[in-house]
Every structure is written in structure tokens, then in C-alpha cells.
């Protein structure tokens, strides 16, 4: 193993191309990072980090960079920010979270399996955490997240399980609404720029219903009726292009008119 400092020079480090690295900040109580490649055509991976003893997580970028002049590749470590992925607790309940992996008992069915339990994580109430694959190089990745709050009580009326469920975040449409197993939670997914939130809410909270959301939009209106006679409107345009990753890959930004 080698050291790299952040102020430092490069490093020079060879090892069994056909292998794959791990890395972690030197600081005690830093979990190693999951596998990743550095034979496949990729121009950089994205891990999240964990340490053992504060319960902190960061999300690193690294980035692979070649030359035509030479067939070494240099890796450099960066924050990611954004992050792909964030979770967050609108409840008051702590969860735990984790990166599981699908393995197939046969044609027609697809299970889940924890990779790392040491990599798990708290999200405390009403807090939100970045998140990233431990195990990018893997096929199927999803997070599992479960109870960790023991004051929980479930309805009568249905089983107490700890696990919420497992979400494959890439796969799911933003705006999607996810399978719970408890009543009591709703899980959906958004996005929030090139950042895709797994976001988990109290199901016994008011929710505005249509005949409301039209009393609203009414009062409004009566609202508008002492309006000036001319109003000043300036637009501007944005679009961005996005990949699956996902990642900010072009942004274009038109300054609008004023009419």
C-alpha cells in the first residue's frame, strides 16, 4: 500500500492490473472503500466511505486518467458534490442503511443479500445523509433500509417488520412512489439536480386534499384582482443534460428577455 497526501506529489504504484484497489483516509477508524477496477473503460467511480467509530460518511469521487503518451492511468480522490444519491428522514425515527446485492435461486425469482453490515449507517430523525455504492464494480446494487429505532410500535393491524425495503436507486423513475413494508412510512423517490433522494415521510401526516388545493388556488385569484394594469416579466432558460449515473454532463444557460 501506499500514501497519498492531499498537498503531496503524485505517487507512483504498481500492482496486478487483473486486481483491484481499495482505499481510506489514513485517520484510525476509516472503513477500506469496496473494490473497484482500474482495467475497465471508465473515466471515474464514485464510493462512499464510512468511519467506524463516529459514524461519519463521505462520498468520494475518483477519477481515472489516461495518456496517449503513456500506458500508466493516474487515479485522483476527490469529495464528490454533488452526491448521486441522498436519503432523507422526515419522521421520527432513526433508520439504518446499507448496499445489498441481488443473487438469482432460480429463472423466475431475484433476491436481496446485505454485502457489508460493517458499512451500515444511522439516519437520525429529520436529518439527511449523502450516499453512494460501496461496491460500484457489482451488477445489481440497491439499498436496504430498516428500523433502528426499538421505540417503534407498528399498527395493530399489520406484522412488525425492521426492514422498510429495498430500492434499486438507478432503476427507479424520479416521482415513483415505493413498496413499504409498514403502513406506517411512505418512500418515494425525487431529484434534486443530478442527485436522485430516497425520501422517507410519516404516513399520518396532513396531506392537502384536492377540495383544498382548489379553495387555495381560489383565494388566490381573489387576491389578484387589484392588480396593476402592466406587469414586467424577465425569463431566463436553463437545460442540462444528464446521464444515468447520474451526472451533470452539459449545462446551458440563456439569459431571457424582458416583456
Not at 388556488?217 to 384582482?225: D, H, R, T, V, Y
Amino acid at each position: 500500500s501506499v500514501t497519498v497526501k492531499a498537498t503531496g506529489q503524485p505517487v507512483p504504484f504498481h500492482f496486478n492490473d487483473s486486481s483491484k484497489i481499495q482505499f481510506r483516509p489514513k485517520e484510525f477508524g476509516w472503513i477500506w472503500s469496496g473494490k473497484i477496477s482500474t482495467m475497465r473503460k471508465r473515466r471515474e467511480a464514485t464510493l462512499r466511505l464510512v468511519h467506524r467509530l463516529r459514524g461519519q460518511v463521505i462520498v468520494v469521487r475518483v477519477e481515472f486518467l489516461t495518456s496517449p503518451s503513456s500506458p500508466s492511468t493516474s487515479l485522483v480522490f476527490r469529495l464528490a458534490a454533488p452526491p448521486p444519491f441522498r436519503l432523507e428522514n422526515h419522521t421520527m425515527y432513526a433508520f439504518r442503511y446499507g448496499q445489498s446485492s441481488h443473487f438469482v435461486t432460480d429463472e423466475e425469482s431475484q433476491n436481496w443479500q446485505r454485502r457489508d453490515l460493517s458499512r451500515d449507517s444511522t439516519l437520525l430523525p429529520y436529518q439527511h445523509a449523502e450516499f453512494a455504492w460501496d461496491e460500484p464494480d457489482e451488477g445489481g446494487k440497491a439499498v436496504t433500509v430498516e428500523l433502528g429505532d426499538i421505540a417503534y410500535t407498528p399498527s395493530s393491524t399489520q406484522r412488525h417488520s425492521t426492514i422498510l425495503g429495498t430500492y434499486a436507486l438507478e432503476k427507479v423513475a424520479p416521482g415513483s412512489y415505493l413498496k413499504v413494508s409498514s403502513d406506517d412510512f411512505v418512500a418515494q423517490i425525487v431529484v434534486d439536480g443530478p442527485t436522485r433522494v430516497l425520501r422517507i415521510t410519516d404516513a399520518h401526516l396532513p396531506a392537502a386534499s384536492a377540495g383544498e388545493a382548489y379553495v387555495s388556488s381560489s383565494k388566490k385569484k381573489e387576491g389578484m384582482l387589484n392588480i396593476p394594469s402592466w406587469i414586467e416579466v424577465r425569463l431566463s432558460y436553463g437545460m442540462g443534460v444528464i446521464d444515468c449515473a447520474p451526472q451533470e454532463l452539459l449545462y446551458i444557460n440563456i439569459p431571457g428577455a424582458s416583456s
